[in-house]
Structure formats: C-alpha cells, structure tokens
C-alpha cells in the first residue's frame, strides 16, 4: 500500500480491516480548540492495545496483578510477550474537536520476526475525509525480562496480526 | 436524590436522565492495571461539557477563534457565557480496566442562579453495579470578564439543565 | 487544622511539610485558556506518590515487572502494599495556566489504622495565594489480593505519613 | 546535524540550545511501569510552545480570551500566529519512569518561511544516555483564518527560532 504522503491523504475508511469508535473527551482540545496532536498517540494506543488483547492474546491483567508467567502460560492464548514501542509518527490532515466521535481504523503496514508497524486512520463520524494518518512499531519481548522472545513474537500475535496486514496488490485491487 | 455514600453506592442506570457511552484508552490503566482516579474527571467533565454543548447553547467554537461576543448574541443560543468549576468531588466503588466501555449518567442535583452542581454515576457496559459517582459545580461566567452575570445564568443554560433536576420526590417515587 | 473553605483559602505554603515543584505542560490548558480542573488530580496524584515511594517503601518497580512478593518482602522497605483512591475532593480559587510553574504542598489531614486522607496546596511559583486545595483518601491493601491487610497499614508506611500530619495545635500556634 | 537513528542515538545535553526541566506523573507510567509513549508528545510539544512563548512571542492569552487582533498588534510582540502540527515523530531508546525528573533539549532541524521542524531529546537527571529522540513540524498560521499568512512566519518567531538551528559545520565541529 502506497505509504507516501499523498497516498495518506486519499486514505479512506475501507483500506483498513479493523475499526474502534472513539468519543473525544473536554479536555482533548487544546487552547485552540482542537484535538491537541498528542491525543492522536493516545487514541492509536488504544485501538493497537484493543486488537492485542482481543485478537492476539496480550493479557494486562497478568501484567498489572504479577501473576506469575508459568500460571499465565497455561492459558489458552497467554504468552507472556508484551508490545514496546520503538518509534512513532503522525501526519496530520484536518483538525477536529471536542466532542466529535471518532472512527479509528487499524491496519499492519510490516510485520517482522519480532515486531510490526501499525497504521491508523482517523476518521470523523459521519465524514469520510481522513483526518490523520499515523502509526509505531512494537518490539515484542518477553513480559519479565523485556527482552525480545527467542523465536520472534508469539505464534498467536502473529496470527492476529496476519489479518491486518493488507499487501499492495489487494489495495491496488480494492482502488 | 438521598446523596450520602450508601445512597450514592446503590445509584442505577435509572437514576440519571442523560448517558453518554465513552470507551477507555490504553493510557488511562494506570500501574495498578485500572483506571487512576483522575481520569474520572476527565469523563465527568467530558459528558457535562457535551450536555451543556448539545442542549445549553455553550459554543466552544465563539471561545477558541475569538469571535467578537456581539457576532455571537445573533445566534440562536449563543449567549456568551462558560461554566468555571469551583469544587469537584468523586467517590469510588469499584474499579474498571481498559479496554472497557463506560456508561456515564448525568444528573443536577443543585440549581442555583448562576450555579449549578452535577452529578455523574459511572458504569460499565453490561454491568449494572455503580462504579463512581463524583461530578463538580460549575458556576456561570461572561466568557470575557470571567465574573458572574448580572441576573445568573442566561436562559437557555437554566432551561437546559432544569431537565436534569431530579426532585427528592421523583426519586422517591422511582425507588 | 481548620478545613473549612474559608480557611482552605488562606492556606500558605508553611502550613504544608513537603513540597514538590511541578512545570505545566501545553495540554494541561483548555480551551479557556487555564489548567483544566481535572489536571490538578494528576499532581496531586504525582506529588502523593512520590511521597509513598522517596519516604513510604512504596515499591511500583515491584508492581509492574510482577516481582514475587517473598522476594519483596526481604528488601529493607518492601512491605507489598499499595493505596487505592477511594474518595477525592478538590476546591478551586483561581486559575492557573501554562507554562506556569507549580509548587504542590502536601500533608496528611487523617491517619487511620489502614487508610489516610491528604490535603494539597496547589500555589504558583513566585506568588503567595493559594490556587486550589485538594486531595484524597487512600486505603492501603495488599498488593495481590487487592483487600486491606489484616494489622492495617505498614509500619513504614505510618511512619512516613505520620511526619505529614499537622495537629489542630500546631497550626493554630502557627496562625 | 546527523539524523539517522544511530546518530539520534548518540545525541548528548550539549546538541541542544534550550533545556527545560520536566518531573514526570504518576498518571504518565502505564501498566509496563514505564512513561507510555504518548506522554513524550505531551512533553515535546510543552518544551517547543513554552520557547515560542517566551522567545517568539506566542500569546496564549490573547487566544484564549479572544482579544481582538488589533488590540493584540499593538504590543511589541503580539503578531496574532500560531502554530499547527502537521506532522510528528519519535524515536524511544530506553525508558524512564515515574517519579524520574526529565532533561529536555531542544533544537530545530529545519526552519522554512512558514514552517519550522524541531527535534527534543529526552534525558533523564543524573544520566547522560539518552531516552528518546522526537519532535514535530509546526506550520505557522494567522490565528483566526487558521491559513499560513502571506509572507511568512513572522519576523519575531524567525528570530527566536534561528537561535535554535544548529548547521552540520557547527555540530561536526563539536563531535
């Protein structure tokens, strides 16, 4: 999928496979009443977060209560592997403001071994101009020694995230 | 509305005339693995805001470009005034994790002539156990001068915010 | 010590033992141009905590990397006890606005056998008149079970908080 | 100055001109114990707007109040620009968490005629190595037309930012 900015731009709701519905909230605008470009990360962390832990098999629960690994491996989806992000980016398009609801759409740009590149587009409900377009990178390492997993991430990481991934050749046909 | 804590404790859906549904972001876990405190009061601020925008003529818009107040009176409800708050309050039952969706009721539990205190009950979707209740008063400002209005709160804020009122006797009657 | 809200305006920086500065950040203003009011939960959550970590033995190293708490247990401080918030109240006198400089003082207004209720005073750097007091109630429970410990709060915990607690006396000497 | 990832890596205090001093907040580490990453957008964007307030003559108060621009032009700095984001970046190196005090430095790697792209690096006290390696590009705009003013950004902002660009002689020279 063309990733220049330009292509960015012309994003659309359907190039991406998973979407969240998000409502602003008062004090996301800034000064200039609109969505402060931060809140932007907020928001990507979230829907990113959101498929890990229903699709992919990331369980915070364990994380924030310290169960230990070998109870949590025993789990039909717990890995123990959790996401750190590496980098991040943003372009920002339009602005929008409290309190619109917005649609966010996922994507997987680059899946590696070890680690994937998200892109999220930021819609407006009931509008179908993309607003922003951004996006990090997850390195998955082990949740105790936040090491990358000998072996790469997580087979069910991996799984969830194949979904996601949308090759040029399917956008090329969707356009 | 009986307002001590076991009152507060046994709030329910039906208690609160206006709802708005806000997902959670991956950012408001905090260490513990559940929503910090403070982001209650970033959701309680978020649906009076909306509530005010929606019903009571507030127009954020006029606040942040600067629109000179004389443009803004032409409006239908454009009246010119924003609410400060003063005290805020919050008490907490039991905690919510992300990725959960809330339900956010709103009520007025004091109306007075350039004041007014809210309440709002917190719940999560499929769960009808109150987690919050906490809310804030606001009281009633010309938008330039900061200072309280001559003759309290314009018209279209009062009417708005009358249709939360919920009378002991309403109440009572309800339970 | 007086806490009514007519005393809460008078407070001074004296009438707080422990003191941290704070700088604002762009996102803290709204689009009022101030700190919105829900800011002041997270300092006054920040400068708390880092009271319970720096004077208390609250260990979030151990918390988020799921440490066993028999490990826990033989560092000198480790006790595996958190706070959670059960309430939270907070009284606004004036604003304030980036990118000012905070200094929050902190102490504690009630020490119970497991829970304790603290009092901050948010003021501005190079002015004297308070800008908001607030605070909240923690209880302190374990931190796996997520109940309050039989015994109440740690030794060392009390022994923190307790330097933080100014009697009626004292502050009346004071005034 | 060297911009590749390696090179960003490397980055030390004295690669930037203007240092701000940040402490975290309780809120900013998330359930991995670290400073979730959309806090440093928080941070980088408070460093940049507090330089163009006090050195490029942004006037936050004249937005948030609606002063008239023509008011607004008669002081010697006021000249009715702000600027939008249009695109963001960061690079994480290692994290830090709550309740570590922040170094932050910034500089500006690209100064156009109506946009300026600026780079912050985040250290944290007591140690050189650093954090994370971000920033944004601003475009400057007139404040109520929200369009890029003919001519430019104003000269007041040119001035304060050129002390901010570090060419690649002077930083080859200081490697």
Not at 77 to 97: E, M, P, R, T
Not at 122 to 131: L, Q, S
């Amino acid at each position: 999928m063309d990733s220049t900015l330009e292509a960015k731009r012309r994003r659309r709701r359907g190039d991406y496979p998973f979407h969240l519905e998000y409502r602003t909230r008062w004090s996301d605008n800034d000064v200039y009443g609109h969505l402060n470009n931060s809140i932007y990360a907020f928001l990507i962390d979230s829907v990113i977060n959101t498929y890990l832990i229903q699709h992919c098999g990331l369980d915070l629960d364990s994380v924030a209560k310290g169960v230990p690994k070998e109870t949590e491996k025993d789990k039909t989806h717990g890995h123990g592997q959790i996401g750190l992000v590496v980098s991040s980016y943003c372009d920002y398009f339009a602005s929008v403001s409290f309190p619109a609801v917005l649609d966010l759409g996922l994507r997987v740009v680059r899946l590696g071994s070890s680690s994937a590149t998200y892109e999220v587009g930021v819609f407006e409900r009931g509008n179908d101009t993309v607003k922003a377009v951004g996006g990090f990178t997850h390195v998955f390492v082990d949740r105790d020694t936040r090491r990358p997993a000998r072996g790469g991430m997580h087979g069910s990481i991996r799984n969830g995230l194949k979904k996601l991934v949308i090759s040029d050749s399917t956008s090329t046909a969707k356009l």
